[in-house]
């Protein structure tokens, strides 16, 4: 904002320079052509220069409007890790930038059939990590490990959002799950929401043995134009997250949860991504509005669950047997 403001005292600056260089000149019967050139010179670039600076200001202002308009994040807790009713461990992480990323990290019993698996929670653009305990407890009856982390600005992590930043963010809690001894193929990546376009970018440049995605957009300039269709929101978008374009080219198991009844996200971003998405897929119908999953039909959220640690164990079977006939 502080470039914003230095922007338009230029705008207004020229502005009084040209006024005060008219008087010069009539003042002056006879200016000297050097005088009269520089002048002349000065309006020429204002002409040009004032709405290059007043083009930049619109844009300026568009960007801090999307920008506020995709994270909304919060700085306090809302819940604590004992909310969720399991025993947890809290975690710090450190970006290749050098930021430190808060994060809670919930181990299954290394006696379950499934505690080689772990889920890799990416939530939404508002609140933190502290704000789901009810979706943490409902993937953690699957039996698997699950660690759900902030990215940069929100809850306790440094930092400030920004959409290459999350994608950095995402990747360095893989790694931290690689170093726990978690095996890629048994890394299930969730997406809520904003998170979709997060864990998506994920399976596309990692190997991962899953990726949901809970109440998804297929791209952030597509669910913009639909939100403000006055504007030109595909031809300025910088924010991109565009899930869509990725998931032919996403190789694991994916698994699309969408709700007719969610407002926000309208339930043809569903389709459209499942639709794109490779096999082994599947769709699972969830109810209630954009934040209601849990509410409106808790049985069918804990299916989603479970139906991606299924798919992740078949096809990491089918694998195993494909080796071993070679």
């Excluded at 007719?260 to 996200?265: E, G, L, N, Y």
Aim: net charge positive; hydrophobic share 40%; glycine share 10%.
């Amino acid at each position: 904002m502080n470039l914003l403001l230095i922007i338009l005292i230029l705008i207004l600056l020229l502005g009084g320079w040209r006024s005060r260089s008219r008087i010069s000149i009539t003042s002056k019967s006879q200016p000297s052509p050097a005088l009269h050139l520089l002048l002349a010179r000065v309006k020429n670039a204002r002409r040009w220069l004032v709405p290059l600076l007043g083009l930049l200001v619109i844009a300026l202002m568009l960007y801090r409007f999307e920008h506020s308009q995709v994270y909304h994040p919060t700085r306090d807790a809302e819940y604590t890790p004992d909310d969720v009713g399991r025993v947890s461990e809290e975690v710090w992480l450190k970006t290749p930038d050098n930021l430190r990323l808060h994060a809670w990290f919930f181990a299954a019993e290394q006696s379950a059939p499934r505690a080689r698996y772990v889920m890799l929670f990416c939530h939404g653009n508002g609140g933190n990590l502290t704000s789901r305990p009810g979706y943490y407890r409902a993937i953690l009856e699957t039996g698997v490990s699950l660690l759900a982390f902030d990215y940069r600005g929100y809850g306790r992590s440094g930092g400030e959002p920004s959409e290459a930043g999350t994608y950095t963010d995402a990747a360095t809690a893989y790694q931290w799950l690689r170093t726990r001894g978690f095996a890629p193929e048994r890394i299930l990546v969730w997406g809520e929401s904003l998170g979709g376009g997060i864990a998506s970018q994920l399976a596309a440049t990692e190997r991962v043995g899953g990726l949901v995605l809970q109440s998804t957009f297929t791209s952030i300039p597509d669910i913009g134009a639909e939100l403000f269709p006055w504007l030109p929101v595909k031809l300025i978008s910088r924010i991109k997250y565009d899930t869509l374009s990725r998931l032919p080219d996403i190789p694991c198991p994916v698994v699309v949860m969408h709700s007719r009844a969610d407002t926000t996200i309208g339930f043809h971003h569903g389709e459209r991504n499942f639709a794109v998405a490779r096999e082994p897929k599947a769709f699972v119908e969830i109810g209630g509005d954009h934040n209601d999953a849990l509410l409106a039909n808790r049985a069918a959220y804990v299916a989603g669950a479970e139906r991606v640690v299924q798919l992740a164990i078949t096809a990491e079977g089918k694998r195993a047997g494909e080796k071993a006939g070679k």
